[in-house]
């Protein structure tokens, strides 16, 4: 089975903090994503990755970058948290040309 | 740009009885992929169903079944046999592998099964 791993199920960080979350997946799959899930709103795509050190903005990236440095990590940086950013983040991974996205279990981020 | 529009925020059915989703889009595309992903309480969010938009036949994967209405970009969730396990939010999804896999998810819907 498709294995998708995040660090942390909850995080609690002040205004202002850099903030780091990892996702790790073992199938090799080339396309990583994150995304941000808030009530009403659904899940909004933040970044993406299609390889290794390459990545494409989603549609809400303001206020985030990325770092993928290997095939199987993808990381999602809040360079300098704030209260809006208080939000569930999902990662997915895929296979090239492949539709199916896998999803880790989610971090649930509080900036307080 | 492609949009997906889940307008109901919450139903609730009996168990054991059907009761259906449903999902709008709009898109220029002629080639695309729609989804049905399930989030239970624990947060995995899992695939439940996926439709081709080049097949004309609906998708079937046991008690979830899909009616895809391309002309009218409509792309509704049928559950028969409601179990307290499907208590979940249901969100509805739109890809086009011309923008590399990316995910357009509608606000979803949270189902409530009642036993």
């Known amino acids: 089975d498709v294995k998708v791993t995040q660090s942390s199920r909850y995080l609690v960080k002040r205004t202002g903090e850099k903030v780091f979350l990892e996702c790790v997946q073992d199938?090799?799959?080339?396309?990583m994503f994150w995304y941000r899930q808030d009530p009403g709103l659904g899940l909004r795509l933040i970044y993406f990755?299609?390889?290794?050190?390459?990545?494409e903005k989603g549609d809400i990236p303001e206020g985030y970058s990325v770092s993928r440095e290997k095939k199987e990590r993808f990381s999602l940086i809040l360079e300098s948290a704030s209260t809006n950013q208080t939000s569930m983040y999902l990662c997915?991974?895929?296979?090239?040309?492949?539709?199916?996205?896998?999803f880790g279990p989610g971090t649930r981020l509080t900036v307080t | 740009a492609q949009t997906v529009t889940q307008s109901q925020p919450e139903m609730s059915v009996q168990e054991a009885e059907t009761v259906t989703l449903s999902c709008t889009y709009d898109?220029?595309?002629?080639?695309?992929?729609l989804f049905w992903y399930k989030q239970p309480p624990s947060r995995q969010m899992i695939l439940v169903i996926r439709?081709?938009?080049?097949?004309?036949q609906n998708a079937t994967e046991n008690r979830f079944s899909v009616n895809f209405q391309k002309a009218a970009k409509s792309f509704s969730l049928k559950i028969s046999d409601s179990q307290l396990g499907d208590t979940a939010m249901y969100f509805c999804a739109f890809m086009t592998l011309l923008r590399g896999s990316k995910l357009t998810f509608g606000k979803g819907i949270t189902l409530s099964v009642r036993p």
């Open positions: 898109t220029s595309e002629n080639n695309y992929y």
């Open positions: 439709q081709e938009a080049y097949k004309q």
């Open positions: 997915a991974s895929t296979p090239r040309g492949k539709d199916e996205q896998y």
């Open positions: 990755s299609y390889d290794v050190k390459m990545k």
């Open positions: 199938m090799d799959h080339e396309n």
